[in-house]
């Protein structure tokens, strides 16, 4: 079988298997697609059935939720956690709470998951979590309550040296707070099995800005490269969350001009640059809504369409929000607008059609998998201080992240040019992160 011929029917089988799981057999084929030139260069891969392997999840572990709301009436939600591949280090991924989650959505993210830690360079394998449960909208009780209920299924299937998930859309440093103290109380361990916790309990400085820090360090890099830089740069923003919010920090001190971000219901534009402090205090103390922001700035503007956020006019567009937030009509008026760079700080925020435009326009284009590793990288680090008992201060993480960030550009770019694809970030970040894990996989033997 020629090397089409072996990814096509890969590709079938994938979708035979997990019928309607739309998102998974996106991730799946956007890899696997780019994958071509190697398997094709290491037909031993092919011979030990890797690649089936590989889009097999090793386990998928999925349960009920139950929970009392604070009207005393019994609620019930899907809980999910899906340890992916183990092959580089134990499972290590988010949990994600938001109404839209599947099975579909936790095994894109899984399958993601995977490529991008094996590209941090740090021993951890590829897993992802959640629920279909939103914590928008409750009270803190009703959250506590429910990450109780389901830390006490989850804790079986969890530990430090196993499987180490962290926070993603909708968990925080409160949820991870609450899972961390039922995970405790159920196991009677003190260990480093989530991370993300508060600095007070074992949490990692610099962990809350990392994403969004490790997003505009990976964005630089590739800026350089390419003769360009932050400074002076208009920068658009969506999502207002803890990515959101950290790259919009990091952006502005590269010398950018964020001028707009966004949540799921609206976008604010500032022309005089979008005030962060008030975007934190809006989002992470009030946990409010985006257009709260109008009340103190009178210049901004809201529009109440989400994805309008792309057309906005600007240089560098930093997607943070969620998966397929970019469609193909989206990324075409980013190019008649001029913005010249695409880095993802969001989960697969662009679609193939997106993706296919912008590299096709010359734009920039900064994978997930790389670009937003910085957040896993710097849990890594958070797991190895945790196995050490010890703190590093922040300027020594924000020392490591940089160095990470800038090695996984370098990667990136040597990779796709050694496979005949230059400045093809996104196929040189897959390559770069399957070879690792590809690697291990065929030296532990047929598992
Ligand atoms: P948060 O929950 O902190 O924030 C999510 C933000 O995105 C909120 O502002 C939310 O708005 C907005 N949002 C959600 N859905 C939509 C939508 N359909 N359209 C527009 N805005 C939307 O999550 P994070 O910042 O942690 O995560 C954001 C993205 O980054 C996700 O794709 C996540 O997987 C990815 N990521 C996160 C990492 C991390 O360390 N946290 C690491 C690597 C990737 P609203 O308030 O209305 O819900």
């Known amino acids: 079988m020629n090397v089409n011929e ?24 956007e890899v696997l697609e780019t994958l071509k030139p190697v398997i094709e260069a290491h037909p031993e891969f092919q011979a030990a059935g890797l690649i089936e392997r590989l889009v097999e999840p090793e ?13 005393g009436k019994v609620q019930v939600n899907r809980g999910y956690r899906i340890q992916f591949n183990d092959a580089i280090g134990p499972y290590k ?14 095994k894109f993210l899984g399958f993601e998951q995977i490529f991008k830690n094996s590209l941090t360079g740090l021993p951890i394998g590829g897993g992802k979590g959640g629920s279909d449960f939103d914590p928008k909208g409750k009270s803190d009780a009703e959250v506590m309550r429910f990450c109780q209920s389901f830390m006490t299924e989850l804790h079986k299937y969890i530990g430090a040296d196993v499987d180490v998930p962290a926070g993603d859309i909708g968990v925080g440093g409160r949820e991870i707070g609450f899972m961390f103290g039922q995970y405790k109380r159920l196991t009677n361990l003190y260990e480093g099995v989530l991370t993300g916790k508060g600095l007070t309990y074992g949490g990692s400085l610099a962990r809350t800005e990392a994403t969004g820090f490790g997003l505009c360090y990976f964005t630089d890099e590739m800026l350089k490269a390419n003769g360009k830089s932050f400074k002076d740069q208009t920068v658009v923003i969506s999502g207002s969350g803890n990515v959101a919010i950290y790259a919009a920090v990091k952006a502005t001190a590269l010398g950018g001009k964020v001028v707009a971000m966004s949540d799921s219901n609206g976008y604010v534009y500032d022309k005089n640059g979008i005030d962060i402090a008030a975007v934190k205090q809006i989002k992470e103390v009030n946990r409010g809504r985006i257009k709260d922001y109008l009340a103190d700035h009178p210049d901004a503007v809201y529009g109440d369409n989400c994805s309008d956020i792309w057309g906005v006019k600007c240089d560098i567009a930093l997607p943070c929000a969620t998966q397929n937030e970019i469609d193909e009509a ?11 760079c695409v880095s993802e700080g969001a989960n697969m925020p662009s679609t193939p059609e997106a993706i296919a435009a912008l590299q096709g326009a010359g734009v920039l284009f900064g994978p997930a998998k790389a670009a937003n590793a910085g957040g896993v990288a710097t849990s890594a680090l958070e797991m190895s201080q945790n196995s050490m008992r010890y703190s590093w201060t922040f300027e020594e993480v924000d020392e490591k992240l940089h160095g990470i960030m800038v090695n996984i550009f370098k990667n990136c770019e040597s990779a796709a040019a050694k496979y005949g694809m230059p400045g093809n970030y996104a196929a040189g970040a897959n390559i770069a992160g399957f070879l690792k894990v590809a690697n291990a996989m065929m030296a532990q033997g047929i598992v």
């Not at 990324?331 to 010249?340: E, Q, R, S, T, V």
């Open 93 to 106: 991924g988010g949990i994600r709470f938001r109404g839209n989650v599947t099975e579909s959505v936790i």
């Open 59 to 71: 386990r998928i572990i999925k349960f009920r939720v139950p929970w009392v709301d604070d009207n």
């Open 330 to 340: 989206s990324a075409k008026k980013l190019i008649a607008n001029g913005c010249y």
């Open 6 to 29: 072996y990814i096509a029917s890969v590709l079938e089988t994938v979708k035979k298997r997990n019928p309607g799981e739309a998102e998974f057999h996106q991730a799946v084929e």
